[in-house]
């Protein structure tokens, strides 16, 4: 089946403690993206990946870092989190390009909620 | 760069009425337009999308949306809604190579 896959699907963890959360997609696609969502903001982009060792930043990459090792990793990196980290969290991915049947249509993980005290 | 508007936070309709989310966007060529919904505790799910040609575009679970461009807008509709369909509906847009941005979500309440 296709799918993204995010572990852990729960967290809850303290100040400083180094976390990540991972993400696996099965679609060999080049495009993959972390994003948060928080009640009353939606969902904001953290960071994004167009392929394998290339990573950009999104709108809220503070605290964050990620790393595109293998096409279908990217795994979400808190050096030291913080209270206003506490958020959940989706993983995205998609092909890239025009006229792809499926491309640019994100397929989502079902989410990761981390809470930090 | 592009922007997207949800006007509504929250709706809330009987089952079996008909259902209007809307949606408007900022940007200066057609970009590309999506919904996705969102079940509780779930991720997110594509609706429907439009990309060029026909203008309104059928989606899954009986939902459609039309792109009005003198309008900027892209709202969504359902004939008649089941209790099933009580989520939250993002509007998103993406204009050409930029990337994809997130309206802010309306939450849909069905009353029986």
């Known amino acids: 089946e296709a799918q993204v896959t995010q572990n852990p699907r729960y967290l809850i963890t303290v100040t400083g403690k180094k976390l990540t959360v991972t993400c696996s997609q099965n679609?060999?696609?080049?495009?993959m993206s972390w994003y948060r969502q928080d009640p009353g903001l939606g969902l904001r982009q953290i960071y994004y990946?167009?392929?394998?060792?290339?990573?950009d930043k999104g709108d809220v990459p503070e605290g964050y870092k990620v790393s595109r090792k293998e096409k279908r990793n990217f795994p979400l990196i808190l050096e030291s989190p913080s209270p206003n980290q506490t958020s959940l969290y989706f993983c995205?991915?998609?092909?890239?390009?025009?006229?792809?049947?499926?491309?640019?249509?994100?397929?989502f993980g079902a989410g990761s909620r981390l809470t930090v005290l | 760069a592009q922007s997207v508007t949800q006007p509504d936070i929250h709706i809330t309709v009987s089952e079996g009425a008909s259902l209007e989310l809307r949606c408007n966007y900022s940007?200066?060529?057609?970009?590309?337009l999506f919904w996705y919904v969102q079940s509780p505790g779930q991720g997110l799910q594509l609706l429907l999308k439009?990309?060029?040609?026909?203008?309104l575009v059928q989606g899954i679970k009986g939902f459609e949306a039309e792109f009005k461009r003198s309008q900027s807008s892209f709202n969504l509709r359902k004939p008649s809604v089941h209790w099933s369909d009580a989520a939250e509906y993002f509007c998103?847009?993406?204009?050409?190579?930029?990337?994809?941005?997130f309206g802010k979500g309306t939450k849909l309440t069905v009353n029986p």
């Open positions: 679609m060999n696609h080049e495009y």
């Open positions: 439009y990309f060029s040609g026909d203008t």
């Open positions: 998103a847009v993406q204009g050409g190579s930029e990337k994809l941005v």
């Open positions: 990946s167009m392929n394998v060792e290339v990573t």
């Open positions: 940007y200066g060529a057609t970009p590309y």
């Open positions: 995205a991915s998609t092909l890239l390009g025009t006229g792809v049947d499926g491309a640019n249509v994100l397929t």
